[in-house]
């Protein structure tokens, strides 16, 4: 079955800790992206790439960094910059963003969670 | 600036009484409206894209409806599954390309 796979479900983190946040699809899309879910703030736009090495900073990409090594996978790192990372992180993927009327489709989600 | 304005925050309707949600935009250029259902602690899942005003879509007890300023999400006769959050978007132009704004969401609440 084709779609977007996200690990962990929950993840915690500790103060001044790094960590990885993975998402993987096999829908064979050029662009992947990461949002941020907070309650009442629906979702923010953190970084996303159209083509594998390259990506670009979303409207809250402080704190964070990403990767696109490979076209199936985007990891998502929330470094200990992030003085606010709790909350429910998406990843999601569509075919080339070219026209404005692509579809997004969205992995499970991860819940990041401080110690 | 683009924008995307959803209303109400959240709404509780009983079983069976029907009723809509508002998503209005400001947007030059619109390409695409696109409507999502989101389940608690679950990724968004797509139900429709509109692309022009006057078209309309359905889909089981939900019908989408766009005019030039906004889009409706029309809900017949709801049944207590259709509790959700519902995500309204569209797609902006950023340089070459084209990315999401997302609405905040409407929370529905059916109760038996």
């Known amino acids: 079955d084709g779609g977007i796979t996200q690990s962990p479900k929950y993840l915690f983190r500790k103060e001044g800790q790094n960590v990885t946040l993975s998402c993987e699809q096999n829908l064979n899309h050029d662009a992947m992206y990461w949002y941020r879910q907070d309650p009442g703030q629906g979702l923010r736009l953190i970084y996303y790439?159209?083509?594998?090495?390259?990506?670009q900073k979303g409207d809250i990409a402080e704190g964070y960094s990403v990767s696109r090594e490979k076209k199936e996978s985007f990891p998502l790192t929330v470094t200990s910059a992030q003085k606010n990372p709790t909350a429910f992180y998406l990843c999601a993927s569509s075919i080339a963003p070219l026209t404005g009327r692509e579809t997004q489709y969205f992995g499970p989600g991860t819940r990041l969670l401080v110690l | 600036e683009d924008q995307v304005t959803q209303s109400p925050e959240a709404l509780r309707l009983q079983e069976g009484e029907s009723s809509s949600l508002n998503c209005s935009y400001t947007?030059?250029?619109?390409?695409?409206l696109f409507w999502y259902r989101q389940d608690p602690g679950k990724g968004p899942e797509f139900l429709f894209t509109?692309?022009?005003a006057g078209e309309e879509k359905e889909k089981e007890r939900l019908k989408a409806t766009l005019t030039k300023k906004e889009s409706f999400l029309h809900i017949t006769a709801p049944k207590p599954e259709d509790s959700a959050t519902y995500l309204c978007a569209v797609q902006t132009r950023s340089g070459g390309s084209y990315i999401p704004t997302f609405g905040r969401g409407t929370s529905l609440i059916v109760h038996p």
């Open positions: 790439s159209q083509i594998v090495n390259d990506f």
């Open positions: 947007v030059s250029g619109l390409r695409g």
């Open positions: 509109l692309y022009s």
